[in-house]
Nanobody, 125 residues
């Protein structure tokens, strides 16, 4: 089993930046694809993007200009760098992981991922 813990959320003014982290523990050798999602109450969880164990990334078209996903396998840590934040970026942000590769999968679909963190709140005003 894999445990994921996000951190780095908070309140920021529009135009600012934040970097979220997600530390994995447990059976980290089983982790293949990792991803970031966000959710606003009342709406479905939205896929931000993913990164495979080899570092290949995929993003939602609407976010790829401002958001960057990276991964440090040695530290079992996933990152999300968010720049030029907007009020509409306000959401709970979740990291996710799955034993399988990201390749040829619908990685913006939350159902792809087996493991989830508890989320970290980002508020942009």
């Amino acid at each position: 089993h894999v445990q994921l813990v996000e951190s780095g959320g908070g309140s920021v003014q529009a135009g600012g930046s934040l970097r979220l982290s997600c530390v994995a523990s447990g059976a980290t050798q089983d982790i293949g694809c990792m991803g970031w999602f966000r959710q606003v109450p009342g709406l479905e969880r939205e896929g931000i993007g993913s990164i495979d164990s080899d570092g290949i990334t995929t993003y939602a078209d609407s976010l790829k200009a401002r958001f960057t996903i990276s991964r440090d396998n040695a530290k079992s840590t996933l990152y999300l760098q968010m720049n030029t934040l907007k009020p509409e970026d306000t959401a709970m942000y979740y990291c996710a992981a799955d034993p399988g590769s990201c390749y040829a999968r619908d990685i913006l679909n939350a159902r792809v991922f087996s493991y989830w963190g508890q989320g970290t709140q980002v508020t942009v005003s």
